[in-house]
């Protein structure tokens, strides 16, 4: 059975699972917006089994984290952080707006961009290493990333541009998407500790994770929509960046 348009497309977008090409409008593209945190879950499955087969085969926690979070960014061609570096080198100018957004489309990368990718993914290795539930975990970053982008695609948030992917993209997606998929990722991840019958406090830190993440990418993206005017495709990748990141690092603490 062929995926609906929007479902190809966000998968196109958001990885290099080969769907096919999908034409669209503003109206597909939003459908494929609202699909991002399901694409998410994929990736993150993905990273999840890489990660228990390598420790089974006794690679190690680390070792194991490490080329979990690599194959991570080879399943997005770095999308995510690409849109990070770029976000951080945008900040880090001091330029005005219209400047700074011109620093954030330039194809290279400058200090505040290699800082700050060294440092997240500094970050991310270590969690998964040290977390209680890491596959689970890796699974609910990947979802939760992805929905931070959806938040940022509903009505009230604008474009900083009239062209890229945050004009088509921008208010496109009602609020009770990003409403209904927060508390579905709130059940599973309240779920998936019980399921394993971890302690409580397990369980507790996973759900928790959940609004902690999109609370970091909420603040994250007022701030970055009051200094660009908006958001743009980086905006949209810095922000699935830090709320999968936070879910790692809450992770870690149960």
Do not use: N, Y
């Amino acid at each position: 059975m062929p995926l609906p348009p929007s479902l190809r497309l966000s998968f196109g977008l958001l990885s290099v699972l080969p769907v096919g090409f999908v034409e669209a409008d503003r109206r597909t593209f939003g459908a494929a917006m609202a699909w991002a945190p399901l694409v998410g879950a994929v990736l993150g499955g993905c990273q999840a089994l890489a990660f228990v087969l390598l420790e089974r085969a006794g690679a190690g926690a680390l070792l194991a984290a490490v080329l979990a979070v690599g194959l991570g960014a080879v399943l997005t061609r770095a999308l995510h952080l690409d849109g990070l570096a770029d976000v951080a080198d945008g900040l880090g100018s001091g330029r005005p707006a219209a400047e700074a957004l011109a620093v954030m489309k330039r194809s290279d990368i400058g200090p505040f961009g290699v800082v700050t990718l060294v440092f997240t993914l500094l970050a991310q290795v270590a969690a998964v290493a040290s977390a209680g539930h890491p596959a689970a975990a890796l699974v609910l970053a990947g979802a939760t990333g992805r929905l931070a982008l959806v938040w940022a695609c509903s009505p009230g948030v604008p474009a900083a541009r009239p062209d890229g992917l945050g004009a088509l993209v921008a208010g496109t997606v009602p609020a009770r998407v990003p409403a209904a998929w927060t508390g579905a990722l709130l059940l599973a991840a309240a779920g998936t500790a019980a399921w394993r019958a971890g302690p409580a406090a397990e369980s507790l830190v996973l759900a928790a994770a959940v609004p902690v993440a999109l609370g970091a990418a909420a603040l994250l993206r007022r701030h970055l929509v009051r200094r660009f005017g908006g958001v743009t495709g980086d905006v949209l990748g810095a922000l699935a960046e830090l709320a999968g990141t936070v879910v790692l690092v809450v992770a870690t603490l149960g």
